[in-house]
Each structure stands twice: as C-alpha cells, then as structure tokens.
C-alpha cells in the first residue's frame, strides 16, 4: 500500500540564524566590491587602449607625413624630365646595327625619327622593288630588339628610272 504524504501549509517555518545573515550580507559586499574593482579594470584597460592607438596614430602619421601637391612648375619640370630620360635611354647603338646590316643591301635608308615617348622609331627607306620591300620588313620583324614592325605606307615612283619602292615602317624597339 502506498503511504500517504503529510503535507502541512500551515506550519511555522525555521527561522534564519543570525549568523547565516550576517555571512549573506558580507558575501553580497564583498561581490558589490568586486563588481566596482571589475568596473574600474575596464575603465582603465579602455584608458590604456585609447592611449596605445592615439601613440600609434602620432608615429604612422609622422612616418608617412603628406606631401603637399606639386606645383604645375614642378609637375611640367617633372614631365619634361621623364621626357630627356626616355630619349637618354633608347639604345640607339643597336636599333642602327639591325637597321643598317641588312645583308641584301638592296635597301637604301632615307631617315629614322624617333618616338620615345611610345618607344617607337619611323623607318623611311627605298627599295629596288615591292619583293624587296617585303624581305625587309620580315627582316626587321624577326629581330630580337624590334617588335610589332609593321608597313605603313609603300609608293612606286614610277618617274623613277627602275621604278624603285617608297616605304615607311614603324617598329618599336624592347625596352630592357
């Protein structure tokens, strides 16, 4: 059989001892004290951080202090200067040796100008006849130092005794 449980509402309850609330109250000081001290860490840690960026801010802005804009005399001088390098540097030596050591000599070299800017040179030469032209033009496609050589522009003068090829080749030159 089963035993009935005796359940009494109205029973007086066990009173606390003295002793057990004073401890309750120390302890709930003590975690009051605690709370504060933990408040005043993050305050000081945020402090602390604040300051470390504000440090880090002053020396990347000291290292990579802003120049000011140039001025247009400056940007012109600066432009006509990267203009004399460009024309400084075409390996002008080599460009004649390919241009002029055509070994058929059938070709006669009337002018080169140059392009340094796009580092190009104009090629305006004569040949015997529209074969010649063609070889010369493979000829200087297949250099090492001369890229994209391509015809411009062809005349047959035909006033000409031989009726010689006008041409003009634009090539341009690797840079290294």
Request: glycine share 4%.
């Amino acid at each position: 059989m089963m035993q009935i449980p005796d359940i009494d509402f109205c029973r007086r309850r066990v009173r606390t001892e003295t002793s057990g609330m004073i401890l309750l109250c120390a302890a709930a000081l003590l975690l009051i004290a605690c709370g504060g001290r933990l408040w005043h860490a993050y305050a000081e840690n945020d402090r602390a951080q604040a300051q470390a960026e504000a440090v880090q801010h002053r020396t990347l802005a000291q290292r990579h202090a802003v120049k000011p804009p140039p001025t247009p005399a400056a940007r012109l001088a600066e432009k006509q200067s990267q203009s004399i390098l460009r024309e400084l540097t075409v390996p002008w030596q080599d460009l004649f040796s390919i241009v002029e050591d055509y070994p058929d000599h059938d070709v006669a070299l009337i002018g080169i100008d140059q392009n340094p800017a796009q580092g190009q040179i104009r090629i305006t030469a004569e040949a015997k006849n529209l074969d010649e032209m063609i070889a010369y033009l493979k000829y200087l496609q297949s250099s090492v130092l001369l890229r994209e050589a391509v015809l411009n522009a062809h005349l047959v003068e035909n006033n000409v005794p031989g009726k010689p090829v006008r041409f003009l080749i634009t090539a341009v030159w690797r840079k290294s």
